[in-house]
């Protein structure tokens, strides 16, 4: 888990502090950071353009590149420059072995993403890497802070248990559950789920519960960022492991939450 990073960069300032979450996290894990500038010269309306304006794209790309090693000497940066639609090239990535983990930010304004749709969740639907989604700049996990993992199903199984287990050993981290599904649900898998995660990670690490299901009134990123306020969560982690995370739920807590998003696989 988030062995390998890959961080798709281009020209604009909404990625950076998705560029800086990236360059933190892989000092941190001490893992390296591939750096990859994705050219769609279609999208640009230059597919029908000369060779020499589809060679300024690759140029741009090198210069933000080279960029980012010269301001970041101290972590092992790989630079790549590809052409294709974003979401496909990253997926060709992931499934090469280059990357397990993507440091994704917002690639489009609030606006436009209303009329084309969201970047993040096309990447997301494409992909079966662990994903980090940073919108503004935040602090990394840490000790004295929790992860809140939000779930709206209720089938905690080994491999889930083992990620949130993993997840806090990585960045030292308390856990924090929130259960947003239905009203009317037998929780005591929540109990056996703390119960199984104390037993893995120890007394070092404090680990909890909440139950909160959302209503009309109440939707599950409000919830979300209710309780991420509450306890001062520095990060939401989203289990999309056998169907513990909605689509619902991912939809609205990817594009809103108030805190960056972690979607582990």
Known sequence: MFDKILLPVDPSKRLKPAREYAIALSEKLQVPLVAAFIANPKKAGTG???????????????????????????????????????????????????????????????????????????????ESSHAFVVREPHPLPGPGSPALV?????????????????????????????????????????????????????????ITSTIIPHTFFKSRKSITNSVVESEGARIVVLPLINHLVSEFLLHQVVLDASVPVCVIR
């Open 48 to 126: 029908t353009a000369s060779l020499d304006t589809r060679d300024g794209f690759a140029a741009l790309g090198k210069r933000q590149l080279d960029q980012i090693i010269e301001s970041n000497q101290s972590i092992n940066i790989k630079p790549i420059v590809m052409k294709g639609k974003r979401h496909r090239v990253l997926a060709k990535l992931v499934d090469e072995g280059i990357a397990d983990t993507l440091i994704l930010g917002p690639f489009r304004s609030y606006l436009s993403r209303i009329f084309t749709g969201s970047e993040v969740e096309r990447i997301l639907e494409y």
């Open 150 to 206: 939000v779930i709206d199903g209720i089938n905690f199984s080994d491999k889930s248990i083992s990620s949130i287990e993993a997840f806090a050993r990585k960045f030292g981290c308390d856990i924090e559950l929130l259960y947003l599904g239905k009203k009317r649900i037998n929780t005591d898998f929540m109990d056996k789920t703390v119960v199984s995660l104390r037993e893995k990670l120890g007394e070092k690490f404090h």
